[in-house]
């Protein structure tokens, strides 16, 4: 089939463009670093190579972001990551990933896994290079530094932190138990106790086929293997866990529940007060000089 030169223009212009695009560049990060070399991620200036992550190439014919070159701070599992927004999503910066959230886990581990949820990193442009320098978050003589979307962290981190089940909860005998599930990353169903909902990372979802416990923010992410792990994710913040905590529609007190669920939203967010724990009444029994007990 002859080629024209228009669509020969058009390859020419993605060709340009491709190493710059939503999706990172064409190359890997560090060319010719097998899987087996890879650097501790201890970083140090004399020594800091990046980690060696496969990169994305997905025919998007845009053109490159010019304005994002713009650090500023996200939170990740409690640290605050320096990222730029390149098309609306946050990247972060990886070695400050590696080193805080992740820091206990070696990169092999953390290879497996991107291998398994097809997570990719692109690489930052000489600016943000520059930028992240010239702020102290890398060392000068860094030569390059890879970028992780704020949605793939976030699924990279809960398989690592959260992928075990974590300990059942203990709800009281009796308390009220809603019906929760969510659709990212896949699918999960639970029981949202909420009176043990007593704080931001408070652990009040149990998990359906798990039956481990999670707070909300976790229990969003939480997925069990094999459900998804092929589709392009973006745009994901488990801090919006509401906006992605729902109730069965065919559920009678549907309505009732939801109310709760944004109540504890407007708790998460600091407007209303957070529940006081609720403490089991203890029941003490005397011995008496007969052998028999007495609750009181």
Same mark, same amino acid.
């Given at each position: 089939?002859? *080629?024209?030169?228009? &669509?020969?223009? *058009?390859?020419?212009? =993605? ?21 087996? $070399?890879?650097? !501790? ?5 004399? $020594?800091?190579?990046?980690? !060696? ?32 927004? /390149? ?6 910066? &990886?070695?400050? /990933?590696?080193? !805080?959230? &992740? ?25 943000? &290079? ?31 932190? =959260? ?37 931001? !990372? ?15 923010? #976790? ?27 729902? *109730?069965?529609?065919?559920?009678? #007190?549907?309505? #009732? ?40």
């Amino acid at each position: 089939m002859e *080629v024209t030169p228009h &669509l020969k223009s *058009v390859l020419k212009n =993605y060709q340009h463009s491709a190493t710059k695009s939503l999706q990172g560049p064409g190359l890997s990060l560090v060319a010719g670093v097998a899987k087996n $070399e890879l650097p !501790s991620p201890e970083i140090k200036e004399e $020594e800091f190579v990046p980690a !060696s992550f496969p990169v994305q190439q997905v025919p998007i014919l845009t053109t490159p972001d010019t304005s994002c070159s713009e650090r500023s701070e996200t939170i990740l599992e409690g640290e605050a990551i320096s990222c730029f927004v /390149v098309g609306g999503e946050r990247r972060l910066c &990886l070695p400050q /990933v590696l080193n !805080s959230v &992740l820091r206990d886990f070696s990169l092999q581990q953390i290879n497996q896994e991107c291998d398994q949820l097809q997570i990719y990193c692109s690489r930052c442009t000489p600016e943000q &290079l520059n930028v992240l320098k010239n702020q102290g978050i890398l060392p000068s003589g860094a030569p390059s530094c890879g970028l992780i979307t704020k949605t793939d962290a976030e699924r990279l981190c809960s398989a690592l932190l =959260y992928g075990q089940a974590g300990s059942a909860l203990r709800p009281r005998k009796g308390a009220l138990s809603i019906p929760v599930y969510h659709e990212c990353f896949g699918r999960a169903r639970g029981l949202c106790f909420p009176e043990l909902y007593t704080g931001k !990372s408070a652990r009040c979802v149990e998990c359906e086929d798990c039956q481990g416990g999670f707070s909300p923010q #976790q229990f969003v992410c939480h997925v069990h293997r094999d459900l998804e792990n092929r589709t392009v994710h973006w745009g994901f913040d488990s801090a919006n866990w509401r906006r992605y905590l729902h *109730v069965p529609r065919e559920h009678e #007190q549907r309505e #009732q529940y939801l109310k709760i669920l944004d109540e504890m939203r407007e708790q998460y967010e600091g407007k209303v007060a957070f529940p006081a724990p609720v403490v089991e009444p203890v029941i003490k029994r005397k011995q008496t000089r007969f052998g028999t007990t007495h609750s009181f």
